[in-house]
């Protein structure tokens, strides 16, 4: 069994479809095929039904998927390690990201690629279990997210860091010069707010709670750029992270009157995996970034 074999056969379990796994893979589709069908004898069973141009995993083929892709990302693991041996700086690091911590790090970007030119950075912008469950299979090397110590289960922390809820306005709003905003003085202007599965809102509505108050929300939207923009046309007021304005500058951030807890940010990667040494900097280079906003 070799492991251009396991990549075929993974290349096709993903497309279901030997023509375009063959000119993804740069080969014939005879000799793909061929490969295939070695893999199956060696195995002593099909791997893939195939009836005509229609192709589908056979039950074997379902299992050995998990362990074709298991052993790959052990050999890419064992490669990044003998790479950092020889105190390379180079590889792809495929990192998760949510817009609270984005804005930040459009300064380390730069700098970053322009420092290490042999490293290529991959970013996926998805919500907290998005990016979770793309670091459970594999497809980033680490994600900065919300969460608590619950995660440690499944993920290794590499850092914590503070967020902290803001009220936040444009300089023409009339609470713009307010040293603080208490939640009882939200009802005295329109209140947009992210939408319930933003962590924001959770802490927010547990603040709420245990005051007994509950403003009037007359918007709710679930994408922090369109809530920022709202803001700016002076009418409206939201509650976010200091660190999702970051590169807001026109936007005003203001403590709120009533006690609030930090929401707790992360880097995670997958439990037990292996960490480059490009990875190790990149981390090293964001945290520096994200612990400089202060509260």
Do not use: W
């Not at 110590?149 to 307010?178: C, G, M, R, T, Y």
């Not at 940010?265 to 945290?287: N, Q, Y």
């Amino acid at each position: 069994m070799e492991l251009h074999q396991l990549r075929y056969f993974v290349k096709v379990a993903e497309l279901l479809h030997f023509t375009k796994a063959s000119e993804e893979l740069y080969i014939s589709q005879p000799a793909l095929s061929q490969q295939i069908k070695q893999l199956e004898d060696e195995l002593k069973v099909p791997l893939f039904y195939r009836k005509g141009r229609n192709t589908q995993l056979t039950q074997a083929g379902e299992i050995f998927l998990d362990y074709a892709k298991q052993t790959l990302s052990v050999v890419k693991q064992g490669k990044k390690a003998i790479s950092d041996l020889r105190n390379e700086v180079n590889g792809t690091i495929k990192i998760g990201i949510m817009y609270s911590y984005f804005a930040p790090l459009v300064d380390l970007l730069p700098k970053f690629c322009n420092k290490y030119p042999n490293v290529s950075l991959s970013l996926h912008y998805g919500n907290d279990e998005d990016n979770k469950t793309r670091l459970l299979n594999s497809q980033l090397n680490l994600a900065l997210t919300f969460g608590d110590n619950d995660v440690e289960n499944q993920f290794d922390i590499l850092a914590k860091f503070e967020a902290f809820p803001k009220v936040i306005v444009s300089k023409n709003h009339p609470f713009a010069s307010k040293e603080t905003v208490s939640i009882r003085e939200l009802n005295d202007t329109l209140l947009a707010l992210p939408t319930e599965e933003n962590i924001i809102r959770s802490t927010m509505n547990k603040l709420f709670e245990k005051h007994k108050f509950y403003p009037f929300i007359n918007t709710e939207i679930n994408d922090a750029n369109l809530l920022f923009d709202l803001v700016e046309k002076d009418k409206f007021v939201t509650i976010m992270t200091d660190t999702a304005t970051y590169s807001r500058k026109d936007l005003v951030l203001i403590p709120l009157k009533e006690k609030t807890n930090s929401v707790q940010g992360m880097i995670l990667v997958k439990k037990g995996t292996f960490i480059s040494k490009a990875t190790h900097i990149f981390i090293d280079e964001a945290i520096a970034i994200l612990n400089s906003i202060r509260k």
